[in-house]
């Protein structure tokens, strides 16, 4: 059981992980990139409602705009931006319609974001793994990101759905042995995990929730954080106590000069 719930608890982290990354690969803050023009583009495999490929369409079209960009390292423009031109006269202007990136700059997109008419993100589909399919697909409402479907076991099909409000993680809901139904739940407040309900015997009803070990679990994070807090303090030097008495010289030095 324990190592069933321990296993469990660090595919979470990577899940988490990967899921973040692909997030910050895609964020919207950093410097600009473009696409490779004539680069592949993933298939549109994902599931029912997410990845809207039209909205990245633009040959052809005298309602698309395409920019082509190269980010940071890239020697070629990896990250490509589709805007629909809407209105007429002076009222025309663009609104992002869709982003594609090649993160890995291996010459094929690896990461699909499309968004709706008010150019507020809507979807994206990622292949965090780079094999050339999607396994991460996101929903965001109000340009903020409410549920995350992942597929684990690269079936091409999501088996793992991420529930947030407000940005925080929620609820999350896992189909481990992959026959189309969940049969692990966890509970989160605030983005922290509260409890955990596993369905043994995969009939659909939960049969024990970790509410304990969770709570265990939380309280030993804590106190290693805690430790690890003080540690860091104990080596930092106290405010007012020189870093170093060479540079403490060195600046003192300097201003007397
Ligand atoms: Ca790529
Ligand atoms: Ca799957
Ligand atoms: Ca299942």
């Given at each position: 059981?324990?190592?069933?719930?321990?296993?469990?608890l660090?595919?979470?982290g990577?899940?988490?992980?990967?899921?973040?990354?692909?997030?910050h690969a895609c964020?919207?803050s950093?410097p600009?990139a473009?696409?490779p023009?004539?680069?592949a583009v993933l298939?549109?495999?994902?599931?029912a409602g997410?990845g809207?490929?039209a909205?990245?369409q633009f040959?052809?079209?005298?309602?698309?705009?395409a920019?082509?960009t190269a980010?940071?390292?890239?020697?070629?423009?990896n990250i490509r931006?589709?805007?629909?031109?809407v209105?007429e006269?002076?009222?025309r202007?663009r609104?992002i319609?869709?982003?594609?990136v090649?993160t890995?700059?291996d010459g094929?997109?690896?990461?699909?974001?499309t968004?709706?008419?008010?150019g507020?993100?809507?979807?994206e589909?990622?292949?965090?793994?780079?094999e050339?399919?999607?396994?991460?697909?996101?929903t965001?409402?109000?340009?903020r990101i409410?549920?995350?479907?992942?597929?684990n076991n690269g079936d091409g099909r999501?088996?793992?759905?991420?529930y947030y409000?407000?940005?925080?993680l929620?609820r999350v809901?896992r189909d481990?042995?992959?026959?189309?139904?969940?049969?692990?739940?966890e509970?989160?407040?605030?983005?922290?995990l509260q409890r955990?309900?596993?369905?043994?015997?995969?009939?659909?009803h939960v049969?024990?929730w970790?509410?304990d070990?969770?709570?265990a679990?939380?309280?030993e994070?804590r106190?290693?954080?805690e430790?690890?807090q003080?540690?860091?303090?104990?080596?930092?030097p106290?405010?007012g106590?020189?870093v170093?008495a060479?540079?403490t010289d060195?600046?003192?030095s300097a201003?007397n000069?």
């Open positions: 059981m324990k190592g069933r719930f321990t296993k469990g660090l595919g979470l990577v899940l988490l992980g990967l899921a973040l990354a692909a997030l964020g919207g950093g600009e473009g696409a023009k004539g680069g298939p549109p495999q994902s599931p997410v809207d490929q909205r990245c040959e052809g079209r005298s309602d698309r705009e920019v082509e980010g940071p390292g890239a020697m070629r423009p931006r589709v805007y629909a031109i209105g006269g002076e009222a202007r609104v319609s869709c982003r594609e090649d890995n700059l094929v997109f690896d990461v699909v974001r968004y709706n008419d008010l507020e993100s809507a979807e589909s990622v292949d965090s793994n780079f050339g399919r999607f396994d991460t697909w996101h965001f409402t109000k340009g409410t549920k995350t479907q992942i597929d999501p088996d793992e759905s991420r409000i407000k940005g925080k929620s809901q481990t042995n992959h026959d189309g139904a969940p049969d692990v739940w509970v989160y407040d605030n983005g922290h955990m309900g596993e369905d043994l015997d995969y009939d659909g049969d024990r970790n509410r070990e969770i709570a679990r939380l309280a994070q106190e290693r954080e430790e690890e003080q540690e860091q303090q104990t080596q930092a106290k405010p106590e020189p170093d060479g540079v060195a600046r003192v201003r000069r």
